[in-house]
């Protein structure tokens, strides 16, 4: 949870200042997602960033199962900023599906980089085209995650039924690539950034044939039921070991959110550290290269964006409202 003395001034000898004064420290939670994701291991490289670069701030990340946990947690004031998906954070915000109960009073810092959805299967599963999951044992992501919320959306749109049609589990990442090797599961769904490092593992499984499953088409019907959230997108052939075909498919954007009671200066803090460090971020995982000015427009996040976060961008030349 966000704590602080005073509100942190911009500037460097305010941040000496800072630095300077013990009761300034601003102590952040970042929730993240479960360790074999991307937002694992992008959420500790920010919370590292934060820590190591802006004096009088200390930041930790934890694992979660995801967007819609994330959003929760932002909910419950257990967590001051995380990583989720456009459509999750989007229900949050207006109060609607998993948060009919309440909105959740979220902004955007920045939109981060594409989220692709992975329906991932094995040769001798008989799984060669999205119809053949019917009666099939899948996995549609842990409970209270966004690849839940999504596979149902593509299911949806795909003409099949998420309780009737198969055999459901609700594994993260990492447990789904494991029940496959075991033969205790036949596919699943992830949405994440490239590569997840399940999905190479179970690619490097030896005797393992990694197939990943087209579903590009359900794009057009998921967004005239829930709005422009989801763009036809590819996953590059080799892109994982054994995948030898590109891999057409739909994807979402991810977005860095925070709380709307933030503070200005500490948002505009963080979204300068994470741009002004993201060479650093790059070195954790590839998909930091995606942290770009370019993508930082209203069309790309369907909330608002933090007034921290817009004054940084309108230094750099981005208009924001």
């Known amino acids: 949870m966000l704590r602080f003395g005073r509100l942190v001034l911009i500037g460097s000898a305010a941040l000496a200042a800072l630095a300077a004064t013990a009761q300034n420290k601003v102590t952040l939670s970042v929730a993240t997602g479960p360790t074999t994701g991307v937002y694992y291991p992008l959420g500790g490289g920010i919370a590292n960033v934060l820590s190591k670069h802006v004096p009088g701030y200390a930041a930790n990340a934890e694992t979660t199962a995801g967007s819609v946990a994330n959003l929760q947690l932002m909910n419950q004031k257990k967590s001051d900023l995380a990583l989720s998906m456009a459509d999750a954070a989007w229900d949050g915000f207006k109060g609607q599906g998993r948060f009919a109960s309440g909105a959740v009073p979220v902004r955007t810092l920045m939109v981060a980089y594409p989220n692709r959805m992975h329906v991932v299967t094995v040769e001798g599963t008989g799984i060669n085209s999205f119809a053949d999951l019917k009666g099939k044992r899948v996995s549609t992501g842990a409970a209270n995650s966004a690849t839940e919320l999504m596979a149902a959306r593509v299911l949806e749109a795909m003409g099949l039924d998420m309780e009737k049609d198969i055999k459901r589990e609700r594994l993260d990442p990492g447990k789904s690539s494991d029940a496959i090797k075991d033969k205790k599961l036949d596919a699943y769904f992830w949405v994440g950034g490239i590569p997840t490092a399940a999905v190479t593992d179970l690619g490097a499984t030896p005797g393992t044939k990694l197939k990943l499953i087209d579903h590009a088409d359900a794009v057009e019907a998921m967004n005239k039921k829930y709005g422009p959230l989801y763009v036809k997108d590819t996953i590059a052939a080799k892109s994982y070991p054994g995948q030898e075909q590109p891999n057409q498919v739909a994807t979402v954007q991810n977005l860095i959110i925070a709380r709307d009671d ?22 954790v995982h590839k998909e930091a290269a995606n942290f770009d000015l370019k993508w930082q427009t209203q069309a790309a996040s369907p909330i608002p964006y933090h007034p921290g976060a817009i004054k940084y961008f309108a230094e750099r030349g981005v208009t924001l409202k």
């Open 262 to 283: 933030m503070p200005v200066d500490v948002a505009y803090n963080i979204v300068k550290t994470i741009f002004d460090k993201r060479d650093e971020l790059i070195l």
